[in-house]
């Protein structure tokens, strides 16, 4: 199977600029999360979605947002860019079964965002 | 809620020798532990992960980690470091109940393997 793959890999934006991410999961997992890395604060959970609704969020503002399609594959969207959003974003996918707690999530190489 | 405490932002050792990288929970709820690596620009792969049963989890390359709940830690251990290890590792940690999907990482560790 393909592992989760995430595009574009690296971007580069200026400030107040939005950016739309893009994860495909592995075949037939329905849970996809996202996630920020800086060096900072280290890896964040952004929010989580299944079957196109969203079940956990993440302690950030709201310029961050995310949605799901039909065939799992999710976009995750900054609006308003700021200095402060250069990271680099994973996505991890899951089967999102009712064993939830105990799945293995399989992440993607991440994209880079930088924000100049 | 749930948090994990990793001691040692870095940790150097030398090839062959044993690697130990020290990890402690907090969870209001059994836990569910993972440990995770990464490599440079590379996301997060899965080494091993602690739901319920045995206490000792053996994972990929060599690893594995012991589950002590009195102690409330989940240390990753390999016998014999390999240049190869050289890493990030992140431990992680999910309850069991509520949460859905959310992990929560510790601060990570990189490991430098020295010759």
């Known amino acids: 199977k393909a592992g989760v793959t995430q595009t574009p890999r690296y971007l580069i934006k200026t400030r107040g600029q939005q950016v739309t991410l893009s994860c495909s999961p592995i075949?037939?997992?329905?849970?996809v999360s996202w996630y920020q890395q800086t060096p900072g604060q280290g890896l964040q959970f952004l929010f989580e979605?299944?079957?196109?609704?969203?079940?956990n969020k993440g302690n950030f503002p709201g310029r961050f947002s995310g949605r799901q399609f039909s065939n799992s594959r999710s976009e995750m969207n900054v609006s308003t860019l700021e200095l402060g959003d250069s990271a680099l974003y994973l996505c991890?996918?899951?089967?999102?079964?009712?064993?939830?707690?105990?799945?293995?999530?399989?992440f993607g190489p991440g994209t880079r965002l930088l924000v100049l | 809620a749930q948090s994990v405490t990793q001691l040692g932002s870095h940790v150097s050792v030398s090839e062959g020798a044993l690697v130990l990288l020290r990890c402690n929970y907090s969870?209001?709820?059994?836990?569910?532990l993972f440990w995770y690596v990464q490599y440079p620009n590379q996301g997060l792969q899965l080494l091993l992960k602690?739901?319920?049963?045995?206490?000792l989890v053996k994972g990929i390359n060599g690893f594995e980690a012991e589950f002590k709940k009195s102690e409330t830690s989940f240390h990753l251990t390999k016998p014999s470091a390999h240049m190869s290890d050289a890493a990030e590792y992140f431990c992680?940690?999910?309850?069991?109940?509520?949460?859905?999907?959310?992990?929560?990482f510790g601060t990570g560790t990189q490991l430098k393997v020295e010759l």
């Open positions: 992680a940690v999910r309850g069991n109940t509520g949460g859905g999907n959310k992990l929560t």
């Open positions: 969870s209001s709820v059994p836990p569910y």
């Open positions: 991890a996918s899951s089967l999102g079964t009712s064993g939830v707690y105990q799945e293995t999530q399989y």
């Open positions: 979605y299944f079957s196109e609704t969203q079940r």
């Open positions: 602690y739901t319920t049963g045995a206490t």
């Open positions: 075949s037939g997992h329905r849970s």
